[in-house]
């Protein structure tokens, strides 16, 4: 049974810094590409960022370029998000999601697995 994890939401100051991770089991991690997404309220789930199965390739939506990192430590099975320099519009619930392909995907239709997601809130 696959299962994604997500942790280390919470609630931060605007231009304070969280890091996301994304516990993976029942896959081989490897083999997947991995995205986060995000939901805030009222409004649709939308792409932040994506990396390829090695990490060496990654992409990002635009609003969180420069701020954002995403990255992959495939002897723990684990993604990550590192979100400095956070603003109030970053708050959402947070989701990781994994495509068994090598492809960056951004629609989260692509998206094989999903985590449960993690609240992030920025106060302003």
């Known amino acids: 049974q696959v299962q994604l994890v997500e942790s280390g939401g919470g609630l931060v100051q605007a231009g304070g810094s969280l890091r996301l991770s994304c516990a993976a089991s029942g896959l081989t991690f490897s083999s997947y590409a991995m995205g986060w997404f995000r939901q805030a309220p009222g409004k649709e789930r939308e792409f932040v960022a994506a990396i390829m199965r090695s990490g060496d390739n990654t992409y990002y939506t635009n609003s969180v370029k420069g701020r954002f990192t995403i990255s992959r430590d495939n002897t723990k099975n684990t993604v990550y998000l590192q979100m400095d320099s956070l603003k109030p519009e970053d708050t959402a619930v947070y989701y990781c999601?994994?495509?068994?392909?090598?492809?960056?995907?951004?629609?989260?239709?692509?998206?094989?697995?999903w985590g449960q997601g993690t609240q992030v809130t920025v106060s302003s």
């Open positions: 999601a994994a495509v068994y392909s090598n492809y960056l995907r951004v629609s989260a239709n692509g998206y094989d697995y």
